[in-house]
């Protein structure tokens, strides 16, 4: 049982730290009639990932909000075999002259397979950025968490062969957890922006890391 565990918590690990992205924006350089956030990205995550998100912006008020859908998949020779996809919101919170501070909180759905299992794993991710927000360019630090709620093994026939007494099915409660953190910084020109974070994740435990516990994201928005 305990092999066991441990083998679940280590899948649960390596399907978190295979992609974790988000939206970057430059709340200074947002216009009050500038709506949509069109983007495209790519990282590194245990390999070359591509992404897409779209950001609806809510209001102009003391707290804007950015609903948004975002879309990631890796690399590789099956596209859509393992991806992921999130939906939720970010919210600015205090604006002190040029620094800003803003969360995120979403939900995600995610799959990721391998020779012996298919994941398919609810989840949430949540993060706060600190930064200073010009017209121009910005920079800032995120810190967040990724947290696998819930998550269904479907074992391939190769993990059967070996052990026929495998069940396919929901595992709870919740084992795995990511913590991440990163600098980011980017610039505006017009109504187009390019940014770059670079980061490191760690698991919940803060003992255990993934096999390349680093990440990079290169984005470009497009608002209008």
């Known amino acids: 049982m305990k092999n066991r565990k441990h083998y679940i918590y280590l899948l649960i690990i390596g399907l978190l730290s295979h992609l974790i992205q988000a939206q970057t924006v430059n709340w200074q350089s947002l216009k009050e009639n500038e709506k949509h956030i069109l983007n495209v990205n790519t990282g590194a995550e245990y390999g070359i990932i591509y992404g897409i998100a779209y950001g609806y912006k809510l209001n102009s008020g003391l707290f804007p909000i950015i609903a948004n859908a975002e879309f990631s998949i890796p690399s590789g020779e099956k596209l859509l075999d393992d991806f992921k996809s999130k939906i939720g919101g970010n919210i600015r919170w205090v604006k002190l002259g040029k620094f800003q501070f803003s969360t995120k909180a979403q939900s995600v759905f995610r799959r990721f397979g391998n020779e012996n299992v298919r994941l398919s794993n609810f989840g ?39 052990f026929p007494g495998v069940k396919d099915g929901w595992y709870e409660p919740a084992t795995g957890g990511n913590f991440y953190y990163a600098v980011q910084g980017g610039y505006t020109f ?6 770059l974070k670079l980061g490191s ?20 928005n497009y608002k209008l």
């Open 124 to 162: 949430m991710d949540v993060s706060g950025i600190l930064g200073y927000y010009e017209n121009r360019w910005f920079a800032g630090a995120e810190a967040g968490f990724d947290k696998a709620i819930v998550t269904h093994f479907k074992h391939t026939d190769k993990y059967r062969e070996t």
């Open 201 to 220: 994740i760690v698991s919940q435990d803060f003992k255990t890391k993934p096999l390349l516990p680093y990440l990079l994201q290169i984005g470009y």
């Open 190 to 195: 017009k109504n187009q922006e390019i940014y």
